[in-house]
């Protein structure tokens, strides 16, 4: 059996880092293994307990979720750090993905969606809310084209790219096929490819596979 993913929570409210915590409880492919109420405790909890994974408030006393994520970076480079926060405004958004977060999920996310990002994100993939993901998006597309004509394709013009695996799901949607027929051609089975769609529409910022598609066309990803 592979291991669950240990994960550390974050946030200056103990109410809800309990919640969290019976939420996750029930669950055999997440462990929670420690909690901190500011990012000073988070930095030095995860150098004693060594999480894979870390859901990271942003606005916290004493070091806030930006800075503590850009210690953990570079202090813990294997940790992941996942925001999760009430707020999706610019500032907060942009700075948090500079320091290094893999994601970013606002706190009405669903229990469902959480897990997947978590599992997401020990995997070594990321993902963004829908909301998140458009605004992305929305500043990479105000970026001036200036590649060189002729040049092999550039990097992924996103803040958090889309997996190999998440591209070469893009590539099938954008052509038309359903989530069976991807299942098909990529021999996997039916969920995971639900769960990859999801990904790649929440890191464009789309709301439907069409959108992902023409959003995808218009980045230069296919």
């Known amino acids: 059996m ?11 409210q103990a109410l809800f880092r309990e919640a969290l915590a019976t939420l996750l ?30 859901l990271m408030d ?13 210690r953990l970076r570079a202090e813990q480079p294997d940790v992941r750090v996942i925001a999760l926060t009430t707020f999706d405004d610019d500032e907060d958004v942009f700075a948090a993905l500079r320091a290094g ?4 999920l606002l706190k009405d996310v669903s229990s469902a969606r959480l897990v997947e990002a978590v599992l997401t994100a020990a995997a070594g993939g990321s993902v963004l809310e829908p909301s998140v993901a458009a605004k992305v998006v929305a500043r990479v597309a105000r ?13 992924q013009p996103l803040v958090v790219p889309l997996s190999e695996r998440e591209v070469d799901v893009l ?10 027929e991807i299942a098909g051609r990529l021999h996997l089975a039916e969920g995971t490819v639900k769960n990859h769609v999801t990904n790649v529409l929440g890191k464009l910022g789309a709301r439907d596979r069409t959108q992902a598609a023409l959003r995808a066309r218009a980045l230069d990803l296919l």
């Open 143 to 155: 970026l001036p084209a200036d590649e060189p004509a002729g040049s092999a394709r550039r990097a």
């Open 25 to 54: 409880g029930v669950r055999d492919d997440v462990v929670v293994v420690g909690e901190a109420g500011n990012g000073e405790e988070a930095v030095r909890r995860a150098a004693d307990l060594a999480p894979d994974v870390v």
């Open 58 to 70: 942003l606005r916290m006393p004493v070091l806030d979720g930006v800075a503590a994520t850009r």
């Open 101 to 104: 977060a893999v994601g970013y």
């Open 171 to 180: 590539r099938l949607l954008a052509d038309g096929c359903s989530n069976r």
């Open 2 to 12: 592979t291991a669950p993913v240990r994960l550390l929570l974050v946030d200056d």
